[in-house]
Nanobody
């Protein structure tokens, strides 16, 4: 069983950086692939980024590629999302998620555990 808690959200000027963190429970953290998803009001939850259990493979949505970086520290049982050059369209609630799957990591239905979410607002 995995419990996930996000932190680091807030209000930031467009063009600025923000770093989100996700702290996980459990003794088998490295067995899980981790993902970040986001959901804006009136829109569906969408894939943002994912990382394999070892950290050796990363995946990004086209909309954030080159601006966002996902990373993990298995010793600390944390996952981070470094967001740079934020745009107003990045505004959403961001969710951390975990799955034992190593494939189809862009699909939200592959994830078993979800955090509570943290709000990111990029203002112009």
């Amino acid at each position: 069983h995995v419990q996930l808690v996000e932190s680091g959200g807030g209000l930031v000027q467009a063009g600025g950086p923000l770093r989100l963190s996700c702290a996980a429970s459990g003794r088998t953290f490295s067995s899980y692939s981790m993902g970040w998803f986001r959901q804006a009001p009136g829109k569906q939850r969408e894939f943002v980024a994912a990382i394999s259990g070892s950290g050796g493979n990363t995946y990004y949505a086209d909309s954030v590629k080159g601006r966002f970086t996902i990373s993990r520290d298995n010793a600390k049982k944390t996952v981070a999302l470094q967001m740079n050059s934020l745009k107003p369209e990045d505004t959403a609630a961001y969710y951390c998620a975990a799955t034992l799957s190593s494939t189809r990591l862009r699909e939200k239905y592959e994830y078993t555990y979800w955090g509570q979410g943290t709000q990111v607002t990029a203002s112009s």
